[in-house]
């Protein structure tokens, strides 16, 4: 298929700004195997639940990547965090613009910006920052204290104090993402106790979203794209919970994209290990692209949100559901006016 498939036409008011008062109010979209729809709200979501089911959650922390810098000329200049390259401190980082130099934040804290080709080419570039006279582990700390949210582009509007609570999951724990697994933003610590006492097995496993999973791809054809590789870890009692539980014929309901990429990464070893004297937890990197004729080995049902015109989350729920049926439920869900991307409603698809 051509990445042109899977554009759509979006009016920019269904683009939802703020996230809605109460997580779980959101609308839900419920996509069932033949192509029917429901409307429902995201509470409801227990009831297409059953007993024996396992619900599987993204435990990652979004950290507050994004930082306002002062150059030595006075002008501002907004940086992206996108991960610790090595444990000196050393940062790989977005900006715009070709700066190289120091900047400065509150209490004078000084930071060196530079750029590194890649692999030796003059063509690819990257940016990289280092803190100076500070440790490496008071990085995190600077940025809880100085930084914001690091919220899509789409949303145009300042992160506030309100976003370092709403853009994150309330079961957020393992920090390292630079955006948020959306769909677990809909869950309520009541909610997941209805689900609990239903019956219904819920685990986490802890994938770090990073500028790979948003990435545009500019290739004409999926099969010439090539995703960013991005750190998960899963625990070994996890993934034997999960053959039991496909043997005994119940289902795994994955929220989100990003735990269907951890999970059919890992069992379609599509990934790089990391070594690890803790032999109860896999870590590692996975670089996994699903999309139209890709064969799923655990996932049965996904919950997701509505996702960015040729973007890698769509063609992934295009691959389970069928290019067809999403096609169905996004014209219907833009006409009926539900809200879109990060903070926005929620589908399930069954």
Same mark, same amino acid.
């Given at each position: 298929?051509?990445?042109?498939?899977?554009?759509?036409?979006?009016?920019?008011?269904?683009? =939802?700004?703020n996230p809605s008062e109460k997580r779980d109010?959101?609308?839900?979209?419920? /996509?069932?195997?033949?192509?029917?729809i429901e409307h429902r709200r995201f509470f409801d979501i227990v009831e297409y639940l059953k007993s024996g089911d396992i619900l599987l959650l993204n435990d990652t922390k979004v950290f507050p990547a994004r930082l306002i810098a002062t150059k030595l000329s006075g002008r501002k200049i907004d940086i992206l965090f996108v991960k610790e390259v090595d444990a000196g401190g050393t940062w790989e980082i977005m900006c715009s613009g070709r700066f190289n130099g120091i900047v400065t934040i509150d209490d004078g804290i000084k930071i060196e910006i530079w750029t590194e080709r890649v692999n030796g080419q003059g063509r690819g570039t990257k940016k990289f920052l280092k803190f100076l006279n500070m440790e490496s582990s008071k990085v995190l700390d600077v940025l809880w204290q100085y930084g914001c949210m690091p919220l899509p582009p789409y949303i145009k509007r300042?992160?506030?104090?309100?976003?370092?609570?709403?853009?994150?999951?309330?079961? =957020?724990?393992?920090?390292?993402s630079i955006a948020a697994p959306t769909a677990g933003l809909h869950f309520t610590e009541e909610l997941l106790d209805k689900i609990k006492d239903k019956g219904v097995f819920v685990d986490t496993l802890t994938l770090h979203?990073?500028?790979?999973?948003?990435k545009s791809i500019k290739a004409e054809h999926l099969e010439d794209h090539k995703m960013d590789s991005e750190y998960f870890e899963i625990k070994s009692s996890l993934v034997k919970k999960i053959q039991q539980t496909k043997e005994s014929g119940n289902r795994l309901i994955a929220v989100g994209t990003t735990v269907t990429r951890?999970?059919?990464?890992? /069992?379609?070893?599509?990934?790089?290990?990391?070594n690890s004297q803790n032999m109860s937890t896999v870590r590692g990197y996975t670089d996994i692209f699903i999309y139209h004729g890709?064969?799923?080995? =655990?996932?049965?049902?996904?919950?997701?949100?509505?996702? /960015?015109?040729?973007?890698t989350p769509l063609m992934l729920v295009s691959a389970l559901c069928s290019f067809k049926n999403i096609s169905t439920a996004y014209r219907e869900a833009i006409a009926m006016g539900y809200r879109f991307f990060s903070y926005g409603d929620a589908m399930l698809i069954l």
């Open positions: 298929m051509k990445t042109s498939d899977f554009d759509f036409y979006l009016p920019k008011d269904l683009i =939802a700004l109010n959101s609308r839900l979209l419920v /996509l069932h195997k033949d192509g029917s300042r992160p506030d104090d309100s976003d370092k609570q709403r853009y994150q999951t309330v079961y =957020a724990k393992n920090q390292g979203v990073g500028i790979g999973t948003f951890t999970l059919e990464g890992y /069992l379609s070893g599509q990934w790089s290990e990391v890709y064969k799923f080995k =655990a996932v049965d049902s996904l919950i997701t949100n509505f996702h /960015l015109p040729k973007s």
